[in-house]
């Protein structure tokens, strides 16, 4: 991925995009973009090889939501922070899969619930 990064900000230097002061801020910023979408897309396959892939969106955009704005936990690298949501996925898809259907029911009667 660095080889990437660099090519593309090289390339971004050579084409006048971004001056030279900003290439460690650009750098960080794609390393950042290209390590979330990467970690994204290999969530959403493996929820969809365990047949859950609507369970692992509905999964993803609160953790999404909780760690861009209440920050929490922070991985010393990449692979680490990838590591912990793949594990977190696989277990919280399979509680949801343990669940019995009453509870599961309770929560969507409780979302029904007008006050």
């Known amino acids: 991925m660095e080889r990437v990064i ?24 794609l390393d950042l973009l290209l390590s979330t979408v990467i970690s994204l897309t290999v969530l959403i396959v493996i929820g969809n090889m365990l047949g859950q892939g609507m369970q692992t969106i509905c999964f993803l955009i609160p953790v999404i939501l909780f760690q861009g704005f209440g920050g929490g936990y922070h991985c010393q690298t990449h692979l680490r922070c990838w590591a912990l949501m793949v594990c977190s996925l696989v277990f919280a898809l399979f509680v949801l899969q343990r669940l019995p259907a009453g509870i599961v029911a309770l929560g969507q009667r409780s979302a029904d619930i007008r006050f």
């Open 6 to 29: 660099s090519y593309t900000i090289n390339s971004m230097l050579a084409k006048g995009v971004i001056e030279e002061k900003q290439r460690a801020v650009t750098a960080y910023g």
